[in-house]
């Protein structure tokens, strides 16, 4: 649920200013979140304007690199469409989540209004169904580095915590299982080409739950199964971070690759509960907007406590026709999420374009509502070393729990890409703040970990690995060898090209081009070949060439990224580190000459450790389960074939000559 709110709040006389060293200036003619006045912030503001101007706009530039490194050792990104696939996901672009290292601040009285009148919209929504938004797990995570970033400001504000909420949901969604002991959850989402997929991991592993795709279950006598190495288990709830028309190919949209087959007989069956309930994306249509003050009066009884932003379907002709006489002044959108266009606004327009929407509004005028224009009010980001104001909407989340409904306290706080922009979507360059609720009182600590005092049951059983996590973890085993083949191979041979005319480091050096042949793809029409410098820089730096089949350590650790990418609820947050610095390292430049040589080596040596490291943590911190055997299993059969690659080459030389111990040793 996205809402624009329009702050109403009480000017100060005095107190902490705001240095003019930040060179924020409001916007002219819109309200500002943060100031009242020139330099002046607002009661509840003054703490962090005290904060900003003790750390001034290099020490908050010095945190907000920890904040960026964070966010990127965590992999937090989104998917943009339309564009052309990263090597760390096919499909959708991949791009760094845009966090600002500013809160968005609200006080206790304005929250306390806003949670009222979300309670109520989300009961009249819930009477008429809802249908779940995306941005609750990036909200925590940008509690996360929000913490890490500003903790001397975030203890001293009583800010309002988030866990409390996540534990309401996680409670409410185990209610909802036809059996109540122990309920199976998953977390159904459509892969790793959603642009959300990132929070469907984060969240699928802060609250415990198995993260699914449509593959991953079936439907057997109207019950459905989750597909393990042990065999079928029954699932009891589905978490669905899907459109709910993709989630039946049997009985809703039979093109759909990302469903489950029966799943809405099972829901008819009273099997399995799904949240939210298939068919309630209904409401995700615009067009429901121009009903809900009616809707409010005629079902709850009252109005809405927070107006509604005006809206007007033009499948109705007296609303048409007063659209087309004010269409100057609007902003025209698609009416339900089957009609796709970009919003467009009349003010914008010519009077020859104009008239030519009408047209297109006169010949299917039900895809088509008109809104009032929005004044947004603005916020201040950090941008250049200054504080730049940026227009925002506040989505907040709900979610009903035994003591009715349970609101998070902030939500997901997005702003436009420029300070002139009017259309708030991080999929067109906008960012995200952290939302701090402020607190007459200290907040209580919460965690969703399990108290010290509650019994733990020991539960030894590991068989309830989906398969197809089982398949990734075995082939993310056989990369990480093969990747660490070809780094060895390759960092064995410039040593030897520097002693050329040594006769023991000639044949070494014979040995490792035979190797690099096999293991990195190396002209392998042409055997043997004249390894040179410029071959090692261009097997670590430069990219595939299919025509002449190389295929350089890029593409490797490509592969190693983009699996490890769909284990990210599996794998530990160290192991994924591990492996995205090794990503990163490889997508550097390279030096230019003459130090090229010097820096493909470095690289090489780096990528030993990493991989060291990786090994270490699979050996002595993952739980030998069968997540843990395919991992291993994959590793050792690719380590076995990499070995008797090895072994071929080497048996054409003569008996006595240098062998691989002296090529590979360390």
């Known amino acids: 649920m996205a809402i624009c709110q329009t702050n109403n709040m009480t000017a100060i006389e005095s107190g902490e200013r705001l240095n003019s060293a930040w060179r924020y200036a409001p916007t002219p003619g819109f309200h500002d979140e943060m100031l009242v006045g020139p330099g002046a912030p607002r009661t509840h503001w003054r703490s962090l304007a005290?904060?900003?101007?003790?750390l001034g706009p290099e020490g908050l530039e010095k945190r907000w690199t920890e904040g960026r490194r964070l966010l990127h050792d965590h992999g937090?990104?989104?998917?943009?469409?339309?564009?052309?696939?990263t090597a760390g996901q096919a499909g959708g672009a991949s791009r760094p989540w845009p966090l600002d290292p500013l809160p968005f601040l609200l006080d206790p009285a304005e929250w306390a209004k806003i949670e009222a009148a979300i309670v109520q919209?989300?009961?009249?929504?819930?009477?008429?169904?809802?249908?779940?938004?995306s941005g609750a797990g990036y909200a925590l995570e940008n509690r996360l580095v929000s913490l890490r970033v500003l903790p001397d400001v975030f203890r001293g504000g009583n800010v309002r915590r988030l866990a409390g909420y996540f534990h309401g949901w996680r409670d409410a969604l185990r209610r909802l299982a036809p059996k109540a002991e122990n309920p199976r959850i998953v977390l159904l989402t459509p892969g790793p080409l959603n642009e959300t997929w990132f929070e469907h991991a984060f969240l699928a592993r802060y609250l415990g739950f198995t993260l699914v795709e449509g593959g991953d279950l079936t439907v057997r006598n109207n019950r459905v199964f989750l597909k393990t190495l042990g065999g079928l288990l029954p699932v009891d709830v589905i978490v669905r971070r899907q459109d709910d028309t993709y989630c039946d190919p049997l009985e809703l949209r039979p093109d759909s690759m990302l469903g489950v087959a029966g799943l809405v007989e099972a829901v008819r069956a009273g099997n399995v509960a799904v949240a939210n309930a298939l068919g309630s994306g209904v409401v995700e249509s615009s067009a429901y907007s121009a009903f809900l003050p009616v809707l409010s009066q005629h079902i709850l009884g009252e109005e809405l406590k927070m107006p509604n932003i005006a809206t007007w379907w033009c499948g109705d002709k007296v609303p048409r026709e007063w659209v087309a006489e004010h269409l100057k002044t609007l902003v025209i959108k698609p009416a339900s999420p089957a009609v796709t266009f970009e919003p467009v606004f009349g003010a914008k327009l010519t009077a020859a374009g104009r008239l030519e929407l009408l047209e297109k509004i006169r010949a299917n005028p039900g895809a088509y509502v008109a809104q009032e224009q929005v004044a947004l009010s603005t916020i201040p980001v950090a941008h250049e070393g200054k504080l730049e104001p940026r227009h925002l909407v506040l989505r907040v989340?709900?979610?009903?729990?035994?003591?009715?409904?349970?609101?998070?306290?902030?939500?997901?706080?997005?702003?436009?890409?420029?300070?002139?922009?009017?259309?708030?979507?991080v999929q067109r360059g906008g960012g995200s703040k952290d939302t701090w609720v402020l607190s007459n009182e200290p907040e209580p600590a919460f965690s969703l970990l399990r108290p010290v005092e509650t019994g733990l049951e020991v539960n030894r059983a590991t068989f309830d690995l989906p398969s197809r996590v089982a398949d990734n973890l075995f082939w993310l085993g056989r990369y990480v060898e093969r990747f660490e083949m070809s780094v060895r191979a390759l960092r064995a041979a410039p040593p030897r090209l520097c002693q050329d005319a040594d006769p023991a480091?000639?044949?070494?050096l014979n040995v490792c081009q035979r190797v690099l042949s096999r293991a990195v793809h190396l002209d392998n029409q042409a055997l043997p070949f004249a390894l040179t410098e410029r071959d090692v820089v261009e097997l670590v730096a430069?990219?595939?060439?299919?025509?002449?089949?190389?295929?350089?350590?890029?593409?490797?650790?490509?592969?190693?990224?983009?699996?490890?990418?769909?284990?990210?609820?599996v794998i530990s947050t160290d192991a994924w580190r591990v492996l995205q610095q090794m990503e990163q390292q490889f997508s550097t430049a390279p030096a230019t000459e003459p130090l090229m040589m010097n820096w493909a080596q470095d690289l090489l040596d780096r990528s030993v450790l990493s991989l060291a490291a990786f090994s270490g943590l699979a050996t002595e911190n993952m739980t030998r389960g069968h997540g843990w055997r395919f991992l291993d299993m994959g590793r050792r059969l690719e380590r076995a074939v990499q070995i008797i690659q090895l072994i071929l080459p080497v048996s054409e030389h003569h008996a006595?000559?240098?062998?691989?111990?002296?090529?590979?040793?360390?």
């Open 505 to 508: 480091s000639r044949a070494v």
């Open 121 to 133: 919209r989300a009961t009249l929504l819930d009477r008429v169904l809802a249908q779940a938004p």
């Open 50 to 54: 005290g904060a900003l101007n003790s």
């Open 542 to 569: 430069g990219e595939d060439d299919l025509a002449k089949q190389r295929f350089g350590l890029r593409s490797g650790v490509r592969e190693i990224h983009r699996i490890a990418w769909l284990l990210r609820d």
């Open 76 to 85: 937090v990104t989104y998917n943009v469409y339309g564009e052309e696939a």
């Open 397 to 425: 989340f709900a979610a009903a729990t035994s003591e009715g409904w349970a609101v998070m306290p902030g939500g997901l706080t997005r702003f436009t890409a420029g300070p002139d922009s009017l259309v708030v979507s």
């Open 656 to 666: 006595g000559r240098p062998g691989l111990r002296s090529a590979f040793a360390g």
